[in-house]
């Protein structure tokens, strides 16, 4: 078993490889694809510390990603837990990667492990566009590149690939904002003063119910709209004594926009990136300190005499 950030990457490119040399429309092209996402993945986790792929379930895994050879065999985590760490620990490795990160591994585990054949009859247009968006973020965080993990030829259809998908997701954002400017200058005087009145009401009782929901300026219309994300990161949790609550700043990568006024929605990060609003931002959370703390209560106060000290002060009651 090894863990190396070294030779996981290597293995990745071994799969990669193995890849190139079937047709691009083969399924075993997009089996051997899927390979690939995951060990580059776990490359990835290895390459800021190997105790990431440990399972936690047996303290001989997490000992051995430290060096310390146990008795049995070290096991390492799932597939599933991989994409979600690398959400949370890999710079623009967004939560729509993990999800089709994780689509093709279930393909791949239908494949190897039940007489359906997953791979076939796919359109590579698919999946192989966001495959290599995620393969890109993981090489850069790994400082590497497509032409040391490809080889020049395929880096080259990579990189075109990426381009395509990145000036059509342009020319989407912009058809989309054009649409909705569009249909609220179509509107009545009246109508756009109305719906400038409500803009910031709307949005004000939208963000209110989730705590990673703000405000910003619809690209189309320029009223209020509200935007929310997904939690790339937390800072360490801050006790206010004054009100005794626990607070620290969730950082979010936006990825959902939407206009009350000229009904514009934008979904993912490229998306909003493309509109200018895909820049992290950061809300504050506040927990209770008894769930923070996981405190029991009942294990620290006498609940009988606090209810009868209660009772006597609403009431005056009293049981003697």
Not at 14 to 40: C, H, I, K, N, Y
Not at 258 to 281: D, F, K, V, W
Request: hydrophobic fraction near 40%; charge should be negative; include cysteine.
């Amino acid at each position: 078993m090894d863990w190396s950030p070294e030779s996981l990457y290597n293995k990745a490119k071994v799969f990669a490889g193995r890849a190139q040399d079937e047709s691009v429309e083969s399924a075993l092209f997009a089996f051997w694809m899927s390979l690939t996402l995951e060990m580059l993945a776990r490359a990835a986790l290895a390459h800021i510390h190997p105790a990431l792929l440990a399972d936690p379930r047996e303290q001989d895994n997490i000992q051995y990603a430290f060096g310390i050879i146990p008795k049995g065999m070290p096991r390492s985590i799932q597939a599933k837990t991989v994409f979600a760490r690398c959400s949370v620990f890999v710079p623009g490795f967004t939560d729509d990667m993990a999800r089709h990160c994780l689509i093709m591994a279930d393909r791949r585990n239908s494949e190897l492990h039940s007489g359906a054949a997953a791979f076939e009859g796919i359109d590579n247009s698919k999946w192989l566009p966001s495959t290599y968006e995620v393969l890109g973020v993981l090489l850069a965080h790994a400082h590497r590149d497509f032409d040391d993990f490809l080889g020049k030829d395929h880096a080259g259809i990579a990189g075109k690939m990426l381009e395509d998908r990145r000036e059509t997701i342009k020319k989407e954002v912009q058809e989309k904002i054009a649409a909705a400017n569009k249909y609220f200058t179509s509107l009545s005087p009246e109508s756009r003063a109305e719906l400038s009145e409500k803009a910031s009401p709307a949005v004000a009782v939208w963000v209110r119910a989730n705590a990673l929901r703000r405000a910003c300026t619809c690209p189309a219309c320029r009223l209020p709209a509200g935007m929310s994300g997904e939690t790339v990161g937390r800072s360490p949790a801050r006790i206010n004594e004054g009100d005794v609550t626990i607070r620290r700043e969730v950082r979010v990568l936006p990825n959902v926009l939407m206009c009350p006024s000229c009904r514009l929605e934008l979904r993912g990060y490229q998306e909003m990136n493309e509109a200018g609003l895909g820049t992290i931002y950061a809300t504050v959370e506040e927990e209770d300190p008894i769930a923070f703390f996981g405190i029991i209560p009942e294990e620290h106060v006498d609940i009988d005499s606090l209810l009868r000290s209660y009772a006597e002060d609403q009431y005056g009651y009293n049981n003697e």
